[in-house]
């Protein structure tokens, strides 16, 4: 048996009974509901492995309360949706089989958006003759190392690539611990000049990455376990303590150590934890991101106060819309009416043209019948005259016969004769003024009838006019009420429009990380208002004409508005200088080129089309035939800004 170090350490969390000092510093757990992250940072999962009772080794009296402790932390305050804890008191208990089947199991099920904390705190011990770090599970055999768990047997878990998990960070809090990896402190998240936004954004880019972290309680040496004051180990009572008082939403594990916790621990004088990243292909340097719970994340208060802004504007738009299509409907109903009466009354005019051309025909016939009537009157009159005539010689005639005893038979026949033919001639012309008069009468009924007829057309058509003239009106009041409702819902687009404006000038400062939000692999620039492609290399490079084909006819993340950039829009980007010294460091574009030329929008006064070279930001003319490369951009829909900033 390898010979050991005479002494093992003690967790890091060694717990001794309360003193007043740490009593009174002890702060009350705050019961929120647990916070959701952002879609980048993920699933969190937990391992926490706690042992007190050992059976070969000092028992300890720290790490179960420790492990039950950051479990209550880390589902209620940090929105880790799977914590499991191994201690004394889980059915599963922390033997060295169990230790490593859990954190090979977890490890191997997740995926590359999922993040794993693994927690021990327990024995630890270091091989003299190999200076090998063990952990001790709660079934190890003093002098027995095989019965321990090798830190290489951990450090092959966190290494390898073949576990696709995104962010990895183990937590030790054993004497000994540092062994465990190779030592690589990385640069802090915040540099200078940067505000808290940048710092988020930062954060949460830094987030989406990979990364293979380690916290350890202290270096090699042996660990003292007499911490006086706390039902906590030194570490665990510091670590559990900057969790619970943490204020920021966001806030990298790093940055939470080196401010809250080895600041405090370095006060006792007697280990400094560590915080560290290990050297392995499956760290992307990336961070493990913990996700506070109700601290609001100033912009998300911003934003909503602007979607209270909105949200109204939306809805008036809506009633506006709804009003308008009402309008619109009544105004088609009318327009089809009036259309349907223009058409009967050009129908009733046609008719009332047929009948006055009637009327002429029959009143020229009035005419002629008029003046067949005068002609037969005066006809009459001179039958009448000639009848009276013949009715005297008649009467004489008669008389005379009343002697015709006394008259020849041929003079009585003659007289006879004469009175025959007169009786004739007034029959006839009785039967004539019974014609004419019947004639007449035909004809002054029809006139009648005509004029009825007439009059009748006439008070329709006015009726009609009147209608015509009354939907008119109604035509004008509709036109009038429709501008008014065009007017208002104008009104209500340049509200939402302004508050949509107000919406993109949050946090667009030039030089700041949050200038750029990404989303379905476009970049909004807050600071241009303008939508660009996250490649800025999509294609080959090509001449201006077949570039503007390529971009008109482009779809691409689902919108096929997109076009050549400007030089204006260029200089948005990047005013006057190359692209590394414009942008903020870790801007979101990738494969972008500064060799060679980007093309630029031609302009109506040019007839060369201008390129820019983003290495050092100068802008040269090139013939149409040369070729260039293309990096979309295009401009956003107040609904895509309100999406972005949701994001």
């Known amino acids: 048996m390898k010979k050991l170090l005479g002494a093992l350490c003690l967790v890091f969390f060694c717990a001794i009974a309360v003193t007043p000092s740490f009593a009174a510093k002890k702060p009350t757990p705050v019961q929120v509901a647990p916070p959701v992250a952002p879609d980048e940072l993920g699933e969190y999962h937990a391992i926490l492995i706690g042992i007190n009772g050992y059976k070969s080794f000092n028992k300890l009296k720290t790490p179960v309360g420790d492990v039950k402790a950051l479990a209550d932390i880390l589902k209620n305050q940090y929105g880790f949706s799977d914590v499991v804890t191994l201690t004394d008191e889980t059915k599963d208990k922390p033997t060295a089989i169990n230790i490593l089947k859990y954190i090979r199991e977890k490890a191997g099920s997740l995926t590359d958006k999922d993040n794993l904390l693994v927690y021990y705190a327990g024995h630890g011990s270091l091989d003299e003759l190999t200076s090998a770090g063990y952990w001790i599970p709660i079934n190890g055999v003093a002098d027995d190392t095989a019965t321990w768990i090798s830190h290489d047997q951990i450090k092959s878990l966190l290494e390898t690539n073949r576990i696709a998990v995104k962010n990895f960070l183990l937590v030790t809090d054993s004497c000994y611990s540092s062994g465990m990896h190779s030592i690589e402190v990385y640069p802090d998240v915040r540099k200078r000049g940067m505000d808290a ?55 990298d594990i790093r940055t939470l150590l080196r401010e809250k916790v080895v600041p405090e621990i370095r006060k006792w004088g007697k280990q400094t934890p560590e915080v560290v ?173 005509l004029n009825e007829q007439q009059s009748k057309l006439n008070a329709y058509a006015e009726e009609q006019r009147r209608k015509i003239a009354s939907l008119e009106r109604g035509k004008l009041a509709l036109e009038g009420r429709e501008k008014m409702l065009d007017q208002q819902l104008q009104n209500a687009k340049e509200n939402i429009e302004v508050a949509i404006l107000t919406l993109m000038t949050i946090d667009g400062e030039e030089g700041s990380t949050a200038r750029f939000i990404v989303l379905d692999n476009i970049v909004f620039d807050k600071k241009s208002k303008l939508i660009w492609t996250i490649d800025a290399n999509m294609t080959k490079r090509m001449d201006y004409e077949s570039a503007q084909n390529y971009v008109s ?95």
């Open 553 to 647: 006819e482009m779809n691409y993340a689902g919108y096929n508005d997109w076009r050549i950039p400007s030089i204006e829009e260029w200089r948005e980007l990047i005013p006057g200088k190359g692209i590394k010294e414009a942008l903020p460091e870790g801007y979101p574009f990738k494969h972008v080129l500064t060799v060679g030329y980007y093309w630029v929008a031609k302009t109506k006064t040019s007839d060369l089309p201008s390129a820019i070279n983003l290495g050092n930001g100068s802008v040269t003319r090139l013939n149409k035939n040369i070729t260039a490369d293309i990096w979309p951009v295009r401009d956003p829909t107040p609904d895509e800004i309100v999406k972005f900033y949701h994001k």
């Open 277 to 449: 990243r290990s050297r392995t292909v499956a760290d992307e340097n990336g961070l493990f991101i913990l996700v506070k719970a109700g601290v609001a994340d100033p912009k998300d208060e911003r934003i909503r106060e602007l979607i209270t802004i909105i949200k109204p504007l939306e809805q008036e738009i809506k009633a506006q819309k709804d009003k308008q299509e009402k309008v619109e409907k009544e105004l088609k109903q009318w327009t089809e009416s009036r259309e349907e009466l223009l058409h009967k009354n050009s129908l009733l005019h046609k008719e009332i043209a047929s009948l006055q051309e009637q009327q002429k025909k029959v009143e020229v016939d009035l005419k002629q019948v008029t003046n067949s009537r005068t002609d037969l009157l005066v006809e009459i009159e001179s039958l009448n005259k000639v009848d009276k005539e013949n009715k005297d010689v008649v009467r004489t005639l008669r008389a005379a016969l009343e002697q015709k005893d006394k008259m020849p038979k041929v003079k009585i026949a003659v007289i006879e004769k004469e009175i025959q033919r007169t009786d004739d001639l007034g029959r006839q012309i009785q039967i004539d003024k019974e014609k004419l008069d019947a004639r007449a009468r035909s004809i002054t009924d029809i006139e009648a009838r």
């Open 197 to 251: 936004d940048a710092i988020q954004q930062e954060l949460l880019r830094r987030g989406s990455l990979k990364s293979r972290e380690v916290i350890t309680s202290g270096g090699v040496e042996p660990m003292e376990d007499v911490v006086p004051g706390s039902n906590h180990s030194l570490f665990a009572h510091y670590f559990l303590q900057a969790l619970r008082e943490n204020n920021n939403r966001y806030i």
